[in-house]
């Protein structure tokens, strides 16, 4: 079987672990796990992992902490494990960098269904050959998955990536939170729609240096990426 990719997992609980471990490598991937949050970061060094999963409740460095952690060395792909109804922690995961959450208990088709769509959302858009979308102070670059923002190079999450690219490449649109879910997270999340209130915020902190508000909502529908008046993008 083909190696999909290395996951590093953290999680206090062993059936956890091993559950994961076990899908994990039906599925193809090679699977770590690290019970103490102490032990996370030398882990990552180590390991080089393609994707963590981080339980927010961990002895020694809590999830959230390491999250944010991780996302200073490297913008790997994130998925959050939360108490179930827990919508503060979700939120507070995905303020943090998090791409993704999954809710405890789980089912463990479900969390490999999710690192694969997170795995594929990070991968370069191979239907798009050195493409770019340049606007007003922003560059977007799809081959490359980089952001320039007034000419300097910001780091974006695989999530805000594909979410601000999805918009940009179909500006003046209108988009229902549903549609963006749908399309930039490629499955259902039963309505968990502030998911993409999340990410829209920390794109507009990003772009904030910008003389011009390129994230517009429409209240009551959604959202729409609005280049300054009479701007068309250019695709090079």
């Not at 922690?89 to 463990?108: C, H, I, N, Q, T």
């Not at 990003?206 to 529908?221: M, Q």
Request: charged share 30%.
């Amino acid at each position: 079987m083909t190696l999909l990719g290395k996951i590093l997992i953290a999680d206090d609980d062993q059936n956890v672990l091993e559950l994961v471990k076990l899908y994990g490598n039906r599925e193809g991937f090679d699977v770590i796990g690290i019970n103490d949050g102490d032990k996370v970061l030398a882990a990552f060094d180590r390991e080089n992992p393609d994707i963590v999963i981080l339980d927010i409740m961990l002895p020694g460095v809590d999830g959230l902490t390491l999250c944010r952690n991780l996302r200073s060395i490297r913008m790997i792909p994130i998925i959050m494990l939360t108490a179930k109804g827990e919508e503060a922690d979700r939120v507070l995961g995905l303020e943090m960098g998090a791409d993704d959450y999954v809710s405890k208990p789980f089912s463990p088709r479900e969390l490999m269904a999710r690192v694969k769509a997170v795995l594929r959302r990070g991968q370069p858009d191979e239907t798009v050959i050195a493409g770019k979308l340049t606007f007003p102070g922003l560059e977007i670059q799809a081959d490359t998955r980089k952001v320039l923002v007034a000419g300097q190079e910001l780091k974006f999450t695989p999530k805000e990536f594909d979410l601000l690219y999805y918009m940009a490449r179909n500006p003046r649109r209108v988009f229902p939170r549903d549609k963006l879910l749908e399309t930039v997270w490629g499955y259902d999340y039963y309505g968990e729609e502030r998911t993409v209130d999340v990410h829209v915020r920390r794109l507009r902190t990003k772009l904030s240096s910008l003389d011009h508000d390129y994230l517009t909502t429409i209240w009551g529908v959604g959202y729409q990426f609005s280049p300054p008046p009479d701007e068309e993008d250019t695709t090079s």
